[in-house]
């Protein structure tokens, strides 16, 4: 039974649909709750609040703005690959395009993007996002398509689910006690994994049949 809904792409197809729409939601819910609104923090607010760290910018703590944003680039990539299908999935393109374009650097980083590395390395996934947008839409039907998704999405999102963690204890500092993880962590833990189930299976199962 459970061969059979791994090999069922329709049971694929939902999963990872529910799972992009769970990245989008969860990515903007709070990842850091407070009882001050101003104090919850979403995973956009947290690329911008780890700048700002001394323990960041001394490079002690493993963490940099571009763990948060790459769920950003993700959802927007593979928005853009389902509205491949055309009719009024090509709607969905909006949401992908500003997505990209939340990507960009602010005023004035943006300005020095000739010397700041950052601003570059930004910059440069902005362009990867791009591409990887671009290669969803054109090839949606390619053999490996879901297997490079699927893993994308878990690779991507331990990152960004892991900083997190790893910076609960100085945002604990900072708050005058360890908060809880908000209701964005465990939505895109679920997004990420419903992704990964949606996307992989199909492929690894043809390559081993074919084995």
């Given at each position: 039974?459970?061969?059979?809904?791994?090999?069922?792409?329709r049971?694929g197809?939902?999963?990872?649909?529910?799972?992009?729409?769970?990245?989008?939601?969860g990515?903007?819910?709070?990842?850091?709750?407070?009882?001050?609104?101003?104090?919850?923090?979403?995973?956009?607010?947290?690329?911008?609040?780890?700048?700002?760290?001394?323990?960041?910018?001394?490079?002690?703590?493993?963490?940099?703005?571009?763990?948060?944003?790459?769920?950003l680039?993700?959802?927007?990539?593979?928005?853009?690959?389902?509205?491949?299908?055309?009719?009024?999935?090509?709607?969905?393109?909006?949401?992908?395009?500003?997505?990209?374009?939340?990507?960009?650097?602010?005023?004035?980083?943006i300005?020095?993007?000739?010397?700041?590395?950052?601003?570059?390395?930004?910059?440069?996934?902005?362009?990867?996002?791009?591409l990887?947008?671009?290669?969803?839409?054109?090839?949606?039907?390619?053999?490996w398509?879901?297997?490079?998704?699927?893993?994308?999405?878990?690779?991507?999102?331990?990152?960004?689910?892991?900083?997190?963690?790893?910076l609960?204890?100085?945002?604990?500092?900072l708050?005058?006690?360890?908060?809880?993880?908000?209701?964005?962590?465990?939505?895109?833990?679920?997004?990420?994994?419903?992704?990964?189930?949606?996307?992989?299976?199909?492929?690894?199962?043809?390559?081993?049949?074919?084995n």
């Open positions: 039974m459970a061969d059979s809904i791994f090999r069922s792409p049971l197809a939902v999963a990872s649909v529910l799972g992009i729409v769970l990245l989008w939601v990515y903007f819910l709070p990842w850091v709750p407070h009882r001050a609104a101003a104090l919850s923090m979403g995973a956009y607010d947290l690329g911008d609040w780890v700048t700002l760290l001394p323990q960041v910018q001394a490079g002690s703590l493993p963490v940099g703005r571009l763990h948060f944003l790459a769920l680039a993700l959802a927007a990539a593979l928005t853009a690959g389902r509205a491949s299908a055309g009719g009024a999935r090509r709607w969905l393109l909006l949401p992908a395009g500003l997505g990209a374009l939340m990507l960009l650097p602010g005023y004035p980083a300005v020095w993007y000739r010397t700041d590395g950052a601003v570059q390395a930004q910059l440069g996934l902005l362009a990867a996002t791009l990887a947008a671009g290669s969803f839409w054109r090839w949606p039907q390619w053999r398509m879901g297997l490079l998704q699927g893993v994308a999405a878990a690779v991507l999102g331990v990152r960004a689910l892991r900083a997190l963690l790893l609960r204890p100085v945002v604990g500092e708050y005058g006690a360890l908060p809880p993880l908000g209701p964005g962590w465990y939505a895109t833990l679920a997004a990420c994994l419903l992704i990964f189930v949606g996307c992989v299976p199909g492929p690894m199962l043809q390559l081993l049949d074919r």
